[in-house]
């Protein structure tokens, strides 16, 4: 059974910096594309970055390139999540999950994504 779990989130004042981890068990990790998506309060989930099998990376959010970086190391079981220069606009919950296909779609529809990560809260506040 996959599972996936979030580690790293807290709260940041603005312009400050967190790095998430996704840390899977259960499955063969590298294998699988991971995806981050977040929710704010009152919106709807959207996909933000995704690292494939063969780690390419793709954004999607446009506004996020220079600020979020993803990355991944296979022998940890883990995807990271950097997230530098923080806005109070990121304030969400983030979630990550798998993708069993190993790739990265164009779009990041929720259904691509077989399991997912609880989520943890990321609060940007002054």
């Known amino acids: 059974q996959v599972q996936l779990a979030e580690s790293g989130g807290g709260s940041v004042q603005p312009g400050g910096s967190l790095r998430l981890s996704c840390t899977g068990s259960?499955?063969?990790?590298?294998?699988?594309?991971i995806g981050w998506f977040r929710q704010a309060p009152g919106k709807q989930r959207e996909g933000i970055l995704c690292i494939s099998s063969e780690d390419s990376r793709r954004y999607y959010v446009d506004s996020l390139k220079g600020r979020f970086t993803i990355s991944r190391d296979n022998a940890k079981n883990t995807v990271y999540l950097q997230m530098n220069s923080l806005k109070p606009e990121d304030t969400a919950v983030y979630s990550c999950?798998?993708?069993?296909?190993?790739?990265?779609?164009?779009?990041?529809?929720?259904?691509?994504?077989?399991?997912w990560g609880p989520g943890i809260q990321v609060t940007v506040s002054s």
């Open positions: 999950a798998a993708e069993l296909s190993g790739f990265c779609n164009l779009v990041p529809h929720l259904s691509d994504f077989s399991s």
């Open positions: 259960e499955f063969t990790f590298q294998d699988y594309a």
